[in-house]
């Protein structure tokens, strides 16, 4: 009983602090700037959503140029979906998250991740975020990508992982690096702990994904611990 009461006790503080501060700080629309809510439906009309699922491959003939071997097989895939194109209202709401650490923000991306999920039927053991290297982490101080699976996880009651996956090597910023680049900078930049992986079907989290060299490299990672499938879920497709 007395547990109870310090839960409603809590929630109720938690309440009043929540409401101080919006009073303190009124809430902007991240897409737009509007006062009074995180999200907007002027730019909430204005996303271009995406209904179709795709595969992705790693692409070989990008490295008939290039001696060393980057792909021991061929037939690594993973089924992606992304909720939006990256475009409109979209891109100031990815950076105010990646720059600010907007927890109300991320639940509302989640909450677009989890209709996919709903819509798709996907059954999945396990939510695994994309780390950040570790220098990246000690600047930022959270993984915006960990703010949405964590809200992701509580909407579509599965559980997250935030420690399965790791960057073992910081392959920097992919911004404006062309295709080749992209997928030599993240080849070999993530592993994975066996234990929470091993045998299970994993949904993969980040917020843009632009050749999916990023979702395919952990891919790799995740399915050379043990995982069983991956599917790939971002926000938005650039």
């Not at 002027?42 to 992705?56: A, F, G, P, Q």
Request: proline share 4%; glycine share 6%.
């Amino acid at each position: 009983m007395d547990d109870c009461y310090s839960r409603i006790f809590g929630n109720a503080i938690k309440g009043i602090l929540s409401a101080s501060l919006d009073l303190l700080f009124p809430q902007r629309c991240a897409g737009c700037g509007q006062l009074g809510t995180i999200w907007c439906l002027k730019c909430d009309r204005e996303l271009i959503r995406i209904e179709n699922s795709v595969y992705l491959y790693p692409d070989i003939s990008l490295y008939k140029s290039h001696k060393r071997h980057i792909f021991k097989s061929n037939n690594l895939s993973c089924l992606a979906r992304s909720y939006a194109r990256y475009a409109g209202p979209l891109v100031p709401a990815v950076l105010q998250l990646k720059y600010r650490q907007n927890r109300r923000l991320a639940a509302v991306m989640a909450g677009w991740l989890a209709q996919i999920v709903d819509y798709e039927k996907w059954r999945a053991d396990v939510i695994i975020p994309v780390p950040l290297s570790q220098e990246r982490l000690r600047r930022r101080g959270y993984n915006q990508i960990g703010l949405i699976a964590s809200a992701l996880a509580a909407e579509v009651q599965i559980p997250v992982e935030l420690k399965a996956l790791e960057r073992i090597r910081d392959t920097g910023s992919q911004v404006g690096l062309d295709p080749e680049i992209r997928w030599i900078n993240v080849w070999r930049a993530f592993r994975a702990e066996s234990d929470p992986v091993r045998g299970k079907a994993i949904l993969l989290l980040d917020d843009v994904m632009t050749t999916g060299a990023t979702l395919l490299a952990c891919c790799k990672a995740l399915k050379e611990a043990g995982a069983g499938q991956v599917i790939g879920l971002t926000v938005a497709q650039a």
